[in-house]
């Protein structure tokens, strides 16, 4: 996998986001824009993804939304995600600003939380030309869309003049996985949960840590289902038959799925929540080849 990569950093909501590019040989050559998860950082397995992705020619940024990792912001570990689907927008700025990056298509990629975010950044930011969504956090029930549009066009208001520097609603601590960091209650209470994080969120350099704060703002409340039936571009879903995470139900991304008018492509893996993101593993490779395979076939 490549390792040709340049540090980066730009600017969000006034706080500075790090991250890496890899650059493409060729300028046209496509933009693929990846963060992580819920409380993740990029040295979290998608440094790895990318570094696949780069391999195979294509113009690469990988980067830690604001509050985590190597990117600055407050709180720290704090959780916002309509930060971080505007931190999304503002790395395809500053990718697209740099030199020998010329290209008119730009793809979001995702997982767990992240799967989620890049449908709303599909949505609201025109430039974007493809999604892909690894083991997507489309919610733990399916919420019909409003017939006349109306939640879609609340979203995609706030999403362009929505005030991020207003004080939230409320933030919550919380745990990541059963760990002995603090008494706050446990997100992801099972065995990959724990895995993972002992094994990648503990690891050297990672910089992640287990106690995270939910931020929430006084905004209309993101939704999939409302985003997934207004997307327009291609877009992939590989989804674990086994997700443990009630928020990443396979029915409900279906259900996502097919209300998507536009190329699409599923893919059902096994192996649970987190077992595509340990590195050295088959369903690794499994899911990079994917990736690969729909980004010369549809972007």
Not at 83 to 112: C, F, M, N, P
Not at 242 to 256: F, K, L, Q, Y
Not at 274 to 282: M, V
């Amino acid at each position: 996998m490549s390792s040709n990569h340049q540090e980066i950093e730009f600017q969000s909501e006034g706080a500075t986001l790090r991250g890496r590019i890899y650059k493409a040989s060729s300028p046209q050559s496509p933009l693929v824009v990846l963060a992580h998860g819920f409380s993740a950082t990029a040295h979290m397995s998608v440094n790895a993804y990318a570094a696949g992705i780069a391999e195979a020619g294509y113009h690469v940024v990988a980067y830690d939304h604001r509050n985590f990792g190597a990117s600055d912001g407050e709180p720290r570990y704090g959780f916002d995600q309509w930060t971080q689907v505007r931190g999304y927008s503002h790395a395809i700025t500053h990718a697209l600003g740099l030199d020998g990056v010329e290209t008119a298509k730009v793809v979001v990629w995702g997982e767990s939380m992240g799967g989620a975010n890049v449908q709303y950044v599909a949505a609201f930011d025109s430039r974007v030309t493809g999604v892909i969504a690894h083991t997507p956090g489309c919610g733990e029930n399916y919420v019909k869309p409003a017939a006349d549009l109306s939640d879609f066009e609340a979203l995609k208001a706030y999403s362009a003049n929505g005030d991020l520097t207003e004080d939230p609603a409320a933030e919550i601590p919380v745990r990541f996985a059963d760990l002995p960091t603090s008494e706050a209650p446990v997100m992801l209470n099972f065995e990959g949960a724990l895995e993972y994080a002992k094994s990648y969120g503990q690891r050297s350099g990672s910089q992640w840590s287990n106690d995270v704060t939910i931020v929430v703002r006084k905004a209309p409340e993101l939704s999939v289902p409302v985003v997934a039936a207004q997307l327009t571009v291609p877009t992939l879903y590989i989804v674990a038959s086994d997700d443990e995470v009630a928020g990443a139900s396979p029915a409900v991304a279906r259900e996502c799925f097919e209300t998507i008018a536009a190329p699409k492509v599923w893919e059902d893996i096994d192996g649970g929540h987190f077992g595509l993101l340990h590195e050295d593993s088959a369903l690794f490779q499994q899911t990079l080849d994917i990736d690969l395979r729909f980004l010369a076939d549809h972007c």
